[in-house]
């Protein structure tokens, strides 16, 4: 029977309606004698697929494009290399003679394109019978049939392309040090203490008795003299703190401090939370500690909606409090010099704004509840610099070396949490000048530069918490 191309179908082959309107025709290209002739190749479904069996699809068992478990989720890839594979070893032979008549052995006089299911038989009286059937290229030029060893090229060229791929993508984002921890969907057990207890590797037999927080009463009723200035302490800043805790509150929500294990997360602001659909994991965190003035609104699939804390400074305080926070957000001073308390303290009282003593004019107009503010304390800044750094407490004051306000978060989430995991830690080589380093702004390591951070002895630090598992992490390192 002649169809539109030229083509001829295959006499006495009946095609179900219901796979016919589905593939609109099937065709079988005739070739002249003396040339290679390709057929629709036609395969039982008793005979299995000779390396991967019976497939659930249609029909019990036939491989369907559309239904099969293995050809959906990869069809651009599967679709041309499991017709390669499914090739007998006889392929493509010289037709000497073929009248249009009978039903060509299978593997003998046919090659396969690409994946179709029909049922057909060879006449009305026969019984039905299952056939894989091969929907004919559109193309207007000669149907391409391959022999062994070009497919074996073909298999091999694909393997390569898809290795080459993968490692240009996990090339793209490489950072320092590359580690992967990563974490069940399952919710992850708590131990209370575990992460006190695997810190303590790190910091010694430090005291759990600081608290987060400082507090009026130990600076108003008792004195307590602090070993050294701010960032590690508060030495010659005492008047201008007294005055910014007595308008500012100290406490931990009763909502975490009643927990018996405590579940927390530091968010950082690396770029490999990028498309990371961490979210909804996030969100699940007893505790959510955020940093500085990363945006959530916009980027909640990646890194949640939930923030239990965020640590800042004045110069990061360039967000909106309450589009970016929750109404019961703590939002802690993270104080690195005298002129940050003298900052919180006109905002808050409205008060005439200082503008000068800043490396980056902080806001002067900032709508915040007085109530949600917290002082960090700067036992935390000491024990990160020294313990996890080895920075010098006194130092000249051109150089000043401090940890970054994320190496503070980890710190003080080892002192308040039982299970601490991290996310979106990490920067870029120090050679890559392209990649950004933030997952909402457009700014590379060159801004950096004079911050007085060291990103690669911190990475070292981080890594040396992943190590002893005092630390977990949900992203790449």
Not at 331 to 343: N, P, R, T
Request: one cysteine or more; a positive charge.
């Amino acid at each position: 029977m002649a169809l539109p191309g030229g083509a001829v179908s295959a006499p006495g082959i009946r095609i179900s309606e219901s796979w016919a309107a589905e593939a609109e025709r099937v065709n079988l290209t005739a070739a002249p004698l003396g040339q290679p002739l390709c057929f629709d190749l036609k395969l039982s479904s008793l005979s299995p697929h000779p390396f991967l069996g019976h497939l659930p699809g249609q029909e019990g068992g036939i491989l369907s494009p559309k239904k099969s478990w293995l050809v959906e989720p990869l069809w651009p890839l599967t679709s041309a290399l499991l017709p390669l594979l499914s090739r007998p070893r006889a392929l493509c032979p010289r037709v000497t003679r073929w009248d249009g008549g009978g039903w060509p052995e299978q593997g003998r006089d046919f090659c396969s394109d690409t994946f179709q299911v029909a049922r057909g038989s060879r006449d009305d009286s026969s019984p039905q019978e299952p056939y894989h059937l091969l929907k004919n290229m559109t193309s207007k030029s000669p149907p391409l049939c391959m022999c062994p060893a070009g497919w074996k090229l073909l298999a091999m060229l694909a393997l390569v392309l898809v290795v080459m791929v993968l490692y240009s993508i996990s090339r793209e984002d490489r950072y320092i040090e590359l580690f992967y921890f990563p974490i069940p969907e399952k919710k992850e057990p708590c131990f209370q203490g575990e992460a006190e207890r695997k810190a303590s590797k790190l910091f010694g037999n430090y005291s759990r008795d600081q608290p987060i927080f400082l507090r009026l009463k130990d600076y108003f009723w008792v004195k307590t003299p602090s070993a050294y200035e701010l960032p590690y302490g508060t030495k010659g800043s005492e008047d201008l703190l007294l005055r910014v805790l007595a308008i500012t509150s100290y406490s931990i929500p009763e909502s975490i401090q009643s927990l018996k294990c405590r579940r927390c997360v530091v968010v950082g602001n690396g770029h490999r939370l990028r498309n990371s659909s961490l979210g909804d994991a996030i969100n699940k965190y007893d505790v959510v500690i955020r940093l500085n003035n990363a945006p959530v609104t916009g980027y909640e699939g990646d890194v949640g909606s939930k923030t239990t804390m965020r640590l800042f400074y004045p110069e990061s305080a360039h967000f909106n409090p309450k589009v970016e926070n929750n109404p019961d957000t703590l939002l802690v001073l993270v104080a690195f010099k005298a002129m940050d308390f003298h900052w919180i303290e006109t905002i808050l009282s409205d008060k005439k704004r200082v503008r000068k003593g800043f490396w980056k004019q902080p806001p002067l107009i900032w709508d915040v509840n007085p109530k949600q503010i917290r002082i960090l304390n700067p036992f935390f800044m000491e024990i990160a610099a020294d313990k996890l750094l080895s920075l010098p407490m006194q130092q000249p004051r051109k150089v000043k070396q401090k940890p970054t306000t994320g190496l503070l978060a980890i710190t003080l989430a080892l002192h308040l949490c039982d299970l601490v995991h991290i996310a979106g830690f990490g920067y870029p080589d120090t050679h890559n000048k392209k990649q950004t380093i933030h997952y909402y702004e457009q700014i590379t390591l060159k801004s950096m530069a004079g911050s007085g951070h060291n990103v690669s002895q911190e990475a070292l630090a981080i890594k040396r918490m992943l190590e002893i598992g005092a630390v977990k992490n949900l992203t790449y390192f």
